[in-house]
């Protein structure tokens, strides 16, 4: 179940991902980061669909 979620969580994610939003983020940071070029409202969105999974989940298993 908790990987179905995760799973879930990050394919959302993917699909949500802009090639042209990730390049602005990669110019705004100097330092090299591992952009997924998502707006924040995206993962937001995305986050308040899953808080009440996230929220039963074990916290042992979030903290893997």
């Given at each position: 179940?908790?990987e179905?979620?995760?799973?879930?969580?990050?394919?959302?994610?993917?699909?949500?991902?802009?090639?042209k939003?990730?390049?602005?983020?990669?110019?705004?940071?100097?330092?090299?980061?591992?952009?997924?070029?998502?707006?924040?409202?995206?993962?937001?969105?995305?986050?308040?669909?899953?808080?009440?999974q996230?929220?039963?989940?074990s916290?042992?298993f979030?903290?893997?």
């Open positions: 179940m908790h179905d979620l995760i799973s879930s969580i990050r394919a959302e994610l993917a699909q949500s991902a802009d090639e939003t990730k390049a602005s983020n990669a110019r705004f940071f100097k330092e090299g980061i591992n952009c997924y070029g998502v707006k924040a409202a995206i993962v937001l969105r995305v986050a308040d669909k899953h808080y009440g996230i929220k039963r989940t916290r042992k979030l903290n893997m």
